[in-house]
């Protein structure tokens, strides 16, 4: 899932973002749309406890594509810089407030506020793309960013008291991928390394809901404890797709294109949870798609011209 040149950001001129970022990008967008599928099935297990296991079991899975893939040097290089290290600490903490959130939100019943939330990241994209990465948009571009803001804003006026859960979803995840975008770590070592950050906090959450009268989730029948361990695989393989990914596009490209996995989980919201649309909701939904559609005609323009 990595390669050498995850080490240092692409060329564009080498390789355009559409031709050596698309497909780990799509990658990992289809199998977040369709994680709230797997959630349903963990549901009787409490949310802060999910979250440890999942962080405790992505580490062991991380350990081995590193030993199978040779790359315990990069690994090493990252721990011994002090500037790294840092970057992967807040990296480690954003995304761990993002974790814990998206699984409370989904087991709590709050899809369409989960998927508000990642509505509104690839616009958080583009603004951050844009203030701090000095990338500019097109004049269509900014129609599409125009539109979608527009339909993020009706959206999150038709769901007040839950706001606060698409906020926090969507600002996690855009300074997430702005800090692994520019610190200089692989994806694979880069998620290992956070994973080790975030290990002592999740063993002492799993331990005390081991000794707690509940009991731990983990252990007392197989299909759970099964379920549990794929966690890691849920969690690893997308994300390392959305690193390498984001080291190879522009920010701003990879914000539009992560419109389809709140798409994928607002039809699951829809027609699997049968949670009730409100018109609003429906309107912002469909606004949200013409701005789509004119950011990807945009690109498709600009790449026949290549």
Known sequence: MTTPHDSAPSSPKASGPLASGLAPALGAYLIWGFLPLYLMLVKS????????????????????????????????????????????????????????????????????????????????????????????????????????????????AGALTSLWISLTLGFSFALYGLVRKQV?????????????????VAAAIAGWYAVSPQGSSFGQDAWMSGLVIFS???????????????????????????????????FLGLFVFEQPLAPIKLVSFV???????????????KRKKI
Do not use: H, K
Request: a positive charge.
């Open 45 to 156: 297990v409490p949310a802060f406890e999910f979250v440890a296991w999942r962080i405790i079991w992505t580490l062991p899975l991380c350990l081995v594509i590193v030993a199978v893939r040779r790359q315990f040097p990069e690994l090493l290089a990252a721990l011994r810089s002090p500037r790294s290290l840092l970057a992967l600490l807040a990296s480690a903490v954003l995304i761990g407030i993002n974790w814990f959130v998206y699984i409370w939100a989904i087991m709590a019943g709050e899809v369409y506020a989960t998927s508000i939330g990642y509505y509104l990241n690839p616009l958080l994209n583009v603004l951050l793309g844009t203030l701090v990465l000095g990338e500019r948009l097109s004049r269509r571009q900014w129609i599409a960013v125009a539109i979608a803001a527009v339909a993020v804003a009706l959206l999150a």
């Open 184 to 200: 200089a770590v692989g994806s694979l070592p880069g998620l290992t390394i956070e994973s080790t950050i975030l290990l002592p």
């Open 232 to 266: 890691g695989v849920v969690t690893a393989v997308p994300l390392l797709m959305f690193a390498l990914a984001a080291r190879r596009m522009d920010y701003s490209t990879l914000g539009f294109l992560q419109y389809l996995a709140p798409t994928i989980v607002f």
């Open 287 to 301: 606004l949200i798609w013409i701005a789509v559609a004119i950011f990807a005609s945009d690109l498709w323009s």
